[in-house]
Nanobody
């Protein structure tokens, strides 16, 4: 399984940015796909997920109403659309996946088996 994130970038506070992750070596429809992020000196935290069952989506409270996750099964791609970015959103964003994760684990990094190399998002104030 290989997960490759697109380049993040630098954006001003209030701006928008989209990051994508292309998965290979998987039957994409059978995998939960998630985004986590890690800021310097902080633990990796859950951002958003598309479940493998029914394609349900969940986002962290800290980004609700601003971030949207979507999955394109024809392109093996999951995209995180980030709007109204804040300086506290700056982090390295990681795409993660699992075929066997339980619904109760979707927000927990311990439930994921695969992750990408990460992409850096910088938000200037």
């Amino acid at each position: 399984v290989q997960l490759v994130e697109s380049w993040g970038g630098l954006v001003q506070a209030g701006g928008s940015l989209s990051v994508s992750c292309v998965a290979s070596g998987v039957t994409f429809t059978r995998y939960a796909m998630a985004w986590f992020r890690q800021a310097p000196g902080k633990e990796r935290e859950f951002v958003a997920v598309v479940s493998q069952r029914h394609g349900s989506t969940f986002v962290a409270d800290s980004v609700k109403g601003r971030f949207t996750i979507s999955k394109d099964n024809t392109k093996n791609t999951v995209t995180l659309q980030m709007n109204n970015l804040k300086p506290e959103d700056a982090a390295v964003y990681y795409c993660e996946s699992s075929r066997t994760i339980l619904s109760s684990q979707l927000r927990s990094q311990s439930g994921y088996n695969y992750w990408g190399q990460g992409t850096k998002v910088t938000v200037s104030s």
